[in-house]
């Protein structure tokens, strides 16, 4: 009894901690310049195919892989910027959600032609065993998942609050006229917000990966996810979507343990329409100064 | 109103040029968008608000007219008029959360609902027969006259969508058409204006929910096979990009999308995997040269021959 | 007098800030009032709770005796309150003419199966609103651009366009915030015209203008605002002899001087 709660709060645990990196990418573009971007799902993806490439057909070590697939990433990122994103700033929101879910679509076909019809797989640190502890089984990867989160999310927060790239990024996407007015240069930083987040996609893509398998689809529905953590967390919110992440892990396991496992995926739908209906600004709603 | 005539002449003697069944299976489809779009187009175009969970209602009126026809043996008719009136009902209850919320959040609830709405489906297997997807659905029949040539079907469709065309295109010129677009344009100014917003935006998604609703119906029957599967994000995606490259907030926008995309694909079957390619950054595209769409383009090619410089 | 526009104990505060503190002022009809004060002083915000935008924490405004309290902007239109914006914010995608005739919006009645169908009703309904539009756009000098797009006007043409909208629902009141900016001087006049025609047919404005010619010439009464209070009320001649009136105009941003 205690050993299955464990085990379902460790699988929780685990998904929470990849829906958490997903979110905070995501939401790391809409806090700096309010874009919600429909073609996170690829990046997620193609950081999977990335890693794959890397390691599985080229034989790099998985350190080297993990490694050039953020950094290739990040390239993904600073491209979106420049074809996609900056041209459309200040357009109506559904312009540029329409003009990412494009790119999306022809970036999914895309990796269908380079990477075939079927599924791959990416080997883990540790090999495939578990380690059983208690009648818990434990796969290392897992650990591996929580700890980096764990560290990322201190390392980011450190980044964001301490360091003067770190402040100005803040000051950027809270009030872009007063930074800029500060001499901020306000491009500069949503660049860096675009790299920042495809980056983190890219980790999620490859962490993840040797969790399941990598198709071109993997990355849409983790993005579902990450929409349900944004929204469970609230909107904009970096602290919002990794309590989101994380909520949004735990409460999908139990439910699947619990409840009924056929309809797993409904659950993070039914967590967006609940919240939205009855606390739109979330449950961990970042506070904002009221402007006069 | 010239260009409308001229693609109604064009579709009436479309069935002269068409040899094959396959043919006129695609032109069905392409009537059965049209009808579907331009209702999506009276919530996204005219009245601004982004709804991702519109494929929902269209699969709500596909399994209301199935069910109705074929598990409880009702009349096409009936079945067609319950869809219709069962999606309207449920457009106005996703419209009441809708008044609350804006935006980015609007889109997210709307495609959360969705993806809701089709697993309900999916699950409610003594009703829907799930994955499994709804077989034996009959053609339509009215008034004893069975729709049963590929040609007779195609003229039902086809008045049907002049009947939704032209409801719209009148709708565009009464205060309804008016107040939509002022809501899109400026919501609190709209109101502030004397337009009841609210009253509003609940009618908008309520005749669009009915378009779907009807579409949904027609579409069963002329299928005569739905499953859960086919009412999928995917599809939500070609809708919006048939408003979209149309040209949304105009009255024929639609209708050139949802011909462009239904036929373009079969016609570029040649080029196969790089369809999707092509059709995303088309997407693309029309939002960064293209913004008011085709319809939109064709409009300022005409005032400017009329205006000479 | 009787009052048609009766304003009481208005209070509006945001996050701590008071921006409107009891403020209370009358107003009968073919009068015009203009409200004056210093940037910030909460004349915007007065207008936007008169209107329905912001509700009020206190107070009350009462419209031809009766109260607007709870009432959302677009019932208080119906009620005969109408008014143009200080940033424009016309409709970008509808005609000039279109414009006009939203502002009728709540004075016509044809339901969605008429206007479908155009019943006679709803052609009579329609043809009237439309000669009315077109009049309006004439009464202010925008005759020309009925079928025009709004890109088309230039930014004053744009506040006249915005007038004329207004004007479309019948109001009893008629709230300008500063209306003359962006207006040159002839045009100025010209807008000044058309509101002392208005006046005579009993129509009252409420006016917040920097352009101080312009308000002194056509107001009867000025209402004098300062840090969301009221500081003063009085003909032009009397607030401009008000100490406290030109004290606070003198200690804030100088805008006195036009």
């Known amino acids: 009894m205690l050993q299955t709660l464990l085990q379902v709060a460790l699988t929780g645990a685990t998904m929470g901690c990849i829906y958490a990196l997903v979110a905070l990418g995501f939401t790391l573009t809409i806090a700096a310049a309010g874009v ?75 990796a269908t032609l380079i990477w075939g019809p079927y599924a791959l797989t990416l080997p883990t640190f540790f090999g495939s065993g578990s380690l059983t502890i208690g009648g818990v089984a434990l ?63 890219g980790l999620a893509g490859f962490m993840v990966a040797p969790l399941f398998v990598v198709t071109t689809t993997m990355g849409f529905g983790l993005m579902l996810k990450g929409f349900a953590a944004t929204i469970v967390g609230g909107w904009g919110s970096l602290k919002g979507a990794v309590l989101g992440g994380l909520a949004v892990g735990l409460i999908e396991a139990f439910g699947a343990a619990y409840l009924s496992s056929e309809y797993k995926d409904s659950i993070a739908f039914a967590m967006i329409v609940v919240v939205l209906l009855l606390r739109p600004s979330g449950l961990f709603p970042e506070r904002i100064a009221e402007k006069f | 109103m010239r260009i409308g005539a001229g693609l109604l002449l064009l579709a009436v003697l479309l069935p002269l040029f068409i040899g094959n069944n396959y043919q006129l299976g695609i032109a069905h489809q392409a009537l059965i968008l049209i009808l579907l779009a331009s209702g999506y187009n009276l919530l996204l175009g005219f009245t601004g608000l982004v709804s991702f969970g519109h494929i929902a209602l269209f699969a709500i009126g596909a399994y209301t007219s199935a069910i ?66 709804f077989t034996g659905i009959p053609r339509p029949s009215v008034l004893g006259f069975t729709f049963r040539s590929g040609t007779e ?60 609703g009807v579409a949904g119906g027609l579409y069963a029957h002329t299928m005569r096979f739905i499953s859960p599967e086919f009412f999928s994000l995917s599809l939500t995606i070609t809708l919006l990009a048939m408003v979209l490259i149309g040209g949304r907030g105009t009255v024929l926008g639609p209708v050139v999308g949802a011909v462009l995309l239904t036929v373009l694909p079969e016609w570029l079957r040649f080029v196969k995997d790089y369809y999707l390619i092509v059709f995303g950054l088309a997407i693309w595209a029309c939002t960064m040269f293209l913004p008011q769409g085709l319809m939109g383009l064709a409009a300022s090619v005409v005032a400017r021959v009329r205006r000479p410089a | 007098m009787t009052a048609l526009l009766a304003v009481s104990g208005i209070r509006k505060v945001f996050g701590g800030l008071t921006a409107l503190d009891g403020v209370s002022f009358s107003l009968a009809a073919g009068q015009i009032l203009g409200l004056v004060g210093p940037n910030g002083s909460g004349k915007s915000t007065l207008l936007n709770v008169l209107s329905g935008i912001y509700t009020p924490e ?21 009620a005969g309150l109408a008014r143009s914006f200080q940033n424009q914010q016309l409709f970008a995608g509808l005609s000039v003419v279109e414009n006009v005739l939203v502002g009728r919006a709540c004075r016509l009645r044809a339901g969605v199966l008429a206007s479908i169908f155009a019943t006679p009703r709803f052609r009579r309904e329609e043809a009237a609103a439309r000669q009315q539009a077109e009049d309006l756009l004439a009464l202010v000098g925008l005759g020309w651009a009925v079928g025009a797009s709004v890109q088309r006007l230039s930014y004053g043409q ?14 009893k009141v008629l709230l300008l915030d500063e209306p003359c900016a962006g207006l040159s ?55 401009r002899a008000n100490p406290a009136v030109v004290a606070a105009y003198l200690g804030g941003s100088g805008h006195a001087a036009h």
């Not at chain 1, 990867?141 to 964001?160: C, D, E, K, R």
């Not at chain 1, 800029?180 to 495809?198: D, E, F, H, K, Q």
């Open chain 3, 158 to 171: 744009r506040r006249l366009l915005e007038i004329a909208r207004a004007l479309a629902s019948d109001p």
């Open chain 3, 58 to 78: 206190a107070g009350e405004v009462h419209l031809a005796g009766q109260s607007l309290r709870g009432r959302a902007p677009h019932q208080i239109a119906t």
């Open chain 3, 185 to 239: 001087q002839s045009e100025a006049n010209d807008l000044a015209h058309v509101i002392t025609r208005l006046k005579v047919n009993g129509l009252a404005v409420i006016v917040i203008e920097h352009n101080m010619r312009f308000v002194m010439g056509l107001v009867d009464r000025i209402v004098a605002l300062n840090f969301g209070q009221k500081i003063g009320e009085g003909t032009p001649a009397e607030i």
């Open chain 2, 68 to 133: 109705l026809v074929v598990s409880y043996g009702l009349p096409f008719a009936v079945g067609l008029l319950a869809a219709a009136l069962l999606t309207g009902v449920a457009g106005v209850l996703i419209a009441i959360p809708a008044l609350r919320i804006k935006g980015h959040y609007l889109t997210l609830l709307t495609l959360a609902l969705g993806e809701v709405i089709r697993l309900a489906i999916r699950g409610m297997e003594s009703l829907t027969h799930g994955a499994a997807g």
């Open chain 1, 36 to 110: 919600v971007n429909f073609a996170y799902s690829e990046w997620v993806t193609y950081g999977a195919y990335i890693g794959v490439t890397l390691v599985a057909v080229l034989g790099l070590p998985l350190w080297l892989g993990l490694l050039l697939t953020v950094m290739l990433c990040a390239v993904l990122g600073y491209g979106f910027q420049l074809v996609v994103f900056a041209p459309l700033e200040g357009k109506h929101f559904l312009t540029t959600v329409s003009a990412t879910i494009g790119v999306a679509l022809a970036m999914q076909a895309a």
């Open chain 2, 153 to 212: 079907l195609y003229y039902l469709l086809l008045a049907c969508v002049v009947l939704g065309v032209l409801f719209i295109a009148r709708l565009e010129r009464s205060r309804f058409g008016r107040a939509f677009k002022a809501i899109r344009d400026g919501e609190t100014a709209a109101e502030v204006c004397g337009v009841d917003t609210a009253a509003m935006k609940v009618l908008a998604f309520g005749l669009s929910a009915v378009f779907a």
């Open chain 1, 139 to 201: 796969f290392p990867h897992s650990l591996l998942i929580v700890g980096m989160t764990v560290v990322l999310i201190a390392a980011m927060q450190l980044a964001l609050t301490r360091t003067d790239i770190g402040l100005r990024l803040q000051a950027a996407a809270q009030d872009p006229v007063a930074a800029r007015l500060m001499g901020i240069p306000i491009r500069r930083m949503r660049t860096l917000a675009y790299c920042l987040s495809a980056a983190l996609a």
